[in-house]
């Protein structure tokens, strides 16, 4: 019988793209993707995806309005979770974005980015929000031996829309960095959470790889 692997749908996520990334990330091997709704099914699944997108306040009142909070957290407690873009930093403590409380996974804040009047090398100005393919670094740390970056070169390049970034309070939960105007946690890891800020369904490969590797991951 096939494993479960549950897309969260709070109606705030690029689920298509996720699902079927996913999808493809596993098609020689026994799981089953679903996209749901349902708490009882987030429950019920082996491995589950937080994907987000838009404002922080509005996806957590989505997560809340649907019920699915307890979900959630009952996932990041049990079972293997991968957070995507919004869906990562849900996981903090707090986001600067409206003055919004996450779900308290991984201790940090979110904050935005604090480029005006900066230049890049190239004489053009900062644009924020961040969009488009950046390189991934591993970090100095524990992080940098993560099992989901097995097979994937460090520097690979991974696609980003967003405004704001994850500061962890602890550097041993930072899985990866990328630099725009300066380094940045742009993946976070605790026990059997993993979460990028990054698109790893809109990366090519690369990103299959990573949806592959966390479908082998025995955390």
């Known amino acids: 019988m096939a494993r479960t692997v549950a897309v969260v749908d709070y109606g705030m996520g690029n689920l298509r793209s996720v699902s079927q990334a996913v999808a493809h990330a596993c098609r020689d091997e026994d799981w089953r993707v679903v996209v749901t709704a349902h708490p ?125 970034h994850a500061v962890p309070s602890d550097r041993h939960h930072t899985a990866a960095e990328a630099d725009y105007g300066g380094r940045f946690t742009c993946a976070v890891t605790r026990d059997n959470i993993f979460a990028t800020q990054f698109h790893p369904e809109k990366s090519a490969e690369h990103g299959l790889a990573l949806y592959r590797n966390f479908l082998r991951w025995t955390p």
């Open 40 to 164: 009882e099914e987030v429950w019920e699944a082996e491995r589950v995806v937080l994907p987000g997108q838009g404002a922080m306040r509005d996806c957590m009142r989505a997560l809340d309005d649907r019920g699915l909070r307890q979900a959630v957290l009952h996932a990041a407690a049990h079972k293997p979770l991968f957070g995507v873009c919004i869906g990562m930093q849900m996981l903090l403590d707090h986001s600067e974005e409206q003055d919004t409380p996450g779900l308290g996974l991984i201790p940090g804040r979110v904050v935005r980015f604090r480029l005006e009047g900066r230049l890049q090398s190239d004489g053009s100005r900062y644009k924020v929000p961040q969009m488009g393919w950046n390189q991934v670094f591993r970090p100095v740390g524990p992080g940098a031996d993560h099992p989901l970056w097995e097979g994937i070169p460090d520097g690979a390049w991974y696609y980003f829309v967003h405004s704001y």
